[in-house]
């Protein structure tokens, strides 16, 4: 596997929502910041529009 | 081609501490890391680079790996905790893409994209369920052959030979013990 071949899929994770299991074992505090709900967060702040999880949530609702 | 390969061990006796990637990381914390090119992002000169970059349409997995490959040539991170850090840069650029109103393509494969296999294709077009019964007709054709009878080549009525026939063959009485003779 290429150096972009691994770039694309971890980035497809990251947008799945996945993140690596033992990755906030290894934060001082055992709380990871930059989070894909964080990145949500951001988005809904600067751009004012709900993001997909927000969408599926309404529609099973 | 083979003698061109380094040789085993050669690693061990270069110098290779001018190379930044071969000396401790500045950055191995994962927090730490996306800050940090999240702010290389927003550097007005790497904010330009990345925007032209989106405006001659690079997909933002692209321009990821890029900026990826600079901070890890630089010695600031290591390779395993830049890949990490791949998703998180890739939606910040995707929500500074849109706060833009650029277009942008992320360069990830579609989850709905139906890949084409081989398989799938014959599948598709019925060729495996032809080829499938053509081999069971074939199997059905096939007879085991007859055995030869008569000739060289033909198998014998009796498999053991005579015991005349074997004791000439092993050399039979002809052969005569010898003696040892007594030295003087």
């Known amino acids: 596997m290429q150096f972009q071949d691994a770039v694309k899929l971890s980035i497809e994770k990251f947008l799945d929502g996945k993140m690596p299991n033992k990755l906030a074992e290894l934060a001082d505090d055992g709380v990871l910041y930059h989070t894909p709900d964080y990145f949500d967060a951001l988005e809904e702040e600067l751009l004012g529009e709900p993001t997909k999880k927000d969408k599926e949530k309404k529609d099973a609702k | 081609m083979r ?22 990381p500045d950055i191995v914390d994962y ?72 277009s942008y393509d992320m360069g990830i494969r579609n989850k709905d994209e139906i890949i084409i296999t081989p398989t799938l294709l014959k599948q598709a077009l019925g060729i495996i369920e032809q080829e499938e019964d053509e081999g069971e007709v074939e199997e059905e054709q096939v007879e085991a052959p007859e055995a030869p009878t008569g000739g060289l080549m033909g198998i014998p009525d009796e498999m053991i030979a005579p015991v005349d026939e074997q004791m000439e063959m092993l050399g039979g009485s002809d052969i005569e013990e010898e003696e040892p003779e007594d030295e003087l």
Do not use: C
């Open chain 2, 3 to 24: 003698n061109s390969s380094p040789i085993p061990g050669a690693n061990l006796l270069s110098d290779t501490r001018n190379y930044a990637w071969h000396r401790p």
């Open chain 2, 31 to 102: 927090d730490e890391a996306v800050s940090y090119l999240i702010s290389k992002v927003d550097d007005p000169f790497q904010s330009q680079m990345v925007m032209a970059m989106l405006d001659i349409d690079a997909q933002i997995s692209t321009i990821v790996s890029t900026l990826l490959l600079q901070a890890v040539s630089t010695g600031k991170m290591p390779i395993d905790l830049a890949l990490l850090t791949a998703g998180p840069l890739a939606r910040y650029i995707e929500i500074t893409a849109k706060d833009l109103g650029k």
